[in-house]
């Protein structure tokens, strides 16, 4: 009895000492269709710069560089928000996307669980968005 007691004690101080990570993001399948449904806007953008704005609430600016747009006409230039958390997609600097973006308050968002993917594997959705989709100017 004492060895079980000991084990659910120690599992107990693992779960409030271990990091974050434990809490990771889970995404529910989705197909295409329901990933443009969701998104304001979908683009194929080049990520300018990353940027930490505040290192304590993890708030971090993405610069994109957009080259084609679906679904709602954004700029040339659009500022991605991300907060640090497990579901946040992590931009790389240089890298080309293709992003489902949601609008917020303070410009744009996205996440792990929105679609996007790395141009070079985002054939596939690609070949839907030219089938589908509405293909926007940019301005």
Not at 2 to 30: D, H, M, T
Not at 105 to 122: H, L, M, P, R, V
């Amino acid at each position: 009895m004492k060895k079980y007691l000991w084990l659910v004690l120690l599992g107990f101080i693992w779960l409030i000492v271990s990091p974050n990570e434990v809490l990771a993001c889970r995404c529910v399948s989705s197909s295409q269709r329901q990933f443009y449904k969701r998104a304001n806007a979908v683009v194929v953008a080049q990520v300018k710069s990353v940027e930490i704005v505040d290192g304590k609430a993890n708030l971090v600016k993405v610069e994109l560089s957009v080259e084609t747009t679906w679904k709602h006409s954004v700029s040339k230039q659009v500022i991605v928000y991300s907060s640090g958390e497990s579901c946040d997609f992590n931009f790389e600097a240089g890298v080309k996307y293709l992003l489902y973006l949601t609008e917020s308050e303070a410009g744009f968002t996205t996440s792990k669980c929105a679609g996007n993917k790395a141009i070079d594997s985002a054939n596939e959705s690609l070949r839907w968005l030219r089938r589908y989709a509405k293909q926007e100017v940019l301005p």
